[in-house]
């Protein structure tokens, strides 16, 4: 077989040395030096260029000046042109930044936004807040963290809200300390605002004061609380979470609370959930009951024997992921020296330090417990009384904590809701 002719290395390098150079400069034909078969086909049509079928278009322009210098270099005899097309290389995106996870609130385990995470330690801020009918319905009560509700005299119970991770626009009626309800303050060493209080109370909390909690009393510091003109007095005493939180600093109120006290879980899947049931707790003055909600894992409260517990400031109503029920000791509290009206106005005295029985609702169904507390600046820890984990800490909902404080003997009762069915195991 002959050597090939300069024509024929034209034919065979020409269309790829073009194609490459056309590319680079944008054009998009195949080049001249294809040569036309008679049957009307165009030889080297199915070559590297992966162009098929159709006539030859001519080219234009800088592609044709291209094609012509690339053809005269082949025919005289120069190398096959091999042109590289440089392809841009997209910008690199920048690798998402991790979304920092939430933190756990210290008092009632609630999850914060990792930028909030101060308001998961931050100082605690407790309140003491009237349950007389007169003070009805409250503000505030949706947004504690913690709500303690307990006897006091009369057969009117009261209670203390504890504020950390929630803020509340408005709290009240504020009213009068006792000195159980300031022995459950101590364990969050909180800024506690009250109005007044029983002569033993008055002494711990002068006590106390700058060391256990800071003492926010009303009297002392008018111009952080506030009276309303829409109610009668004493049920007119209102204050709010920023203008506590303002004292706190004006104080030198800079604790936190670093460590949680009780262990905490997340809510149960839904299908472990039961369908309905309820918890009722009877007080002298407030039948107060709860509706287990089984698609928020919250208790719905009630007060005075069925009425929705509305807050006034929020227009929600109170529905805490926990109902927890302490029972101890309550009695007449005894004169002492300087304390000579407790048995004429019907105070009374807890048994607060100590231990005793206690049971606590969540997930819609109910854990028997234990309550324990060695002094006033420990926790009430909360162990299982039964099954193979007695003795070990109950696990609460994280969200907020209603304790229901009631005496011994007392007839709470739980009505179970219906249980699901039991979940099919796919074969």
Known sequence: MGRPTDHARASVFLPVSCL?????????AVGPAATERHDGSTAGASDASGVSGGGVRPLHGAAASAGAVAAGAVAAGASPVSASIAVPTPPLTPAATPTPPPVAATVNGVWIPADQ??????????????????????????DADLIYQAPAEGGIPRYMLVYQAGDAPSIGPVRSSRRYFAGWATEWRPLYAHVGGAPNALAFLHQANASLLWDADEYSWPTYLWRVTTRAAPHNVYTSTKRLRELAARLGDTGRVDSPAWSFKDDAALVDRPEGGAVDVPYPWNDVSYRYDRRSNRYLR???GGKPQIDAATNRQVAPADVVVLFMSVGPLVNAPGQLNNQAKGRLELGYVGSGNALVFRDGVELKARWSKASDADPTRLTLATG?????PVDLIRGQIAIQVVPIGTPVTFTPGARPEPRVQPR
């Open 302 to 304: 009630f007060v005075a």
């Open 388 to 392: 193979p984990l007695a003795g070990h």
């Open 20 to 28: 490459a150079l056309a590319l680079l400069l944008g054009a998009c």
């Open 117 to 142: 995470a101060e308001r998961a330690t931050r100082q605690a801020i407790a309140v003491m807040v009237d349950d007389h009918p007169d003070a009805r319905p409250q503000s505030g009560m949706s």
